[in-house]
């Protein structure tokens, strides 16, 4: 016998509350306690109790030791299964590739693996002179503009021992690293200008997450005698996608009529 259209509806909403005390533990700052959970949900403690216990052995919630609710093994699972960046260089990647139309240099998409800036995507230069896959290089993050970045906004923190000297030009104290800095957050971008590699110049923007908290640096690289006299405009272009790109990992879809 087919359900009753009231069964449905009762079903769809323990489904709806189900979801909502998922949603709940997972945008947590903190594990949640019965209580916590009880009261933001609004729900009687004996639904609410059962509720987490199907959660519970479903694998959407787990309790820590302390008895209170963090997401579960599932999240994990998956996690485990797909490259966490996947998602962040599928959404980045129409950004980059007007950048590369609009610069014509090579285009950069950097986050951090524990204390090193690992570049996750790449858009090559239409000038013979600056193509090259730095995907497959480790670069030390101090002496590339996408690792200024981090730096920066406080997304790694600045090595507390003298950092390694690749040019002359190469910054090589932590002080110094930190004034950069400020200077990189006032001017909203962060510029190498033969720290690197002598002749190349990088300009990279903070990309921002879900929280407001800088998840990648994009970038472009190029010669310096093609950059040098266009950081600004650079800068500033980087920075307009960058905010696009913010806010759709924000979950907000960029305004009507903005490119």
Known sequence: MAPSVE???????????????????????????????????????????????????GGLLERDPEGSYVAGSLFWLYAARHDPWEELVRLARPAMERIGEETSETVHLSVTRGEKV????????????????????????????????????????????????????TITEPEALRHDGIRTRKRGWAVTDGELEVGLTGVAVPVQGARGDVVAALGISGPTPRLEDRLDEIGTNLSSHAEQLSRLLRGRAPKEGVA
């Open 7 to 57: 069964q449905s509806a009762t079903g769809t909403q323990a489904v709806d509350r189900a979801a909502a005390l998922v949603s709940t533990v997972v945008h947590a700052d903190a594990p949640l306690s019965f209580a916590d959970l009880q009261e933001a949900s609004g729900l009687a403690k004996s639904t609410t109790s059962r509720m987490l216990a199907a959660l519970e052995r």
């Open 118 to 169: 690992v570049q996750v995507a790449q858009v090559d230069s239409r000038y013979l002179l600056g193509t090259r896959d730095w995907t497959e290089i480790d670069v030390p993050a101090h002496t590339s503009a996408l690792g200024k970045v981090f730096y920066a906004w406080g997304a790694l923190p600045v090595p507390a021992h003298e950092l390694e000297r690749l040019t002359p030009t």
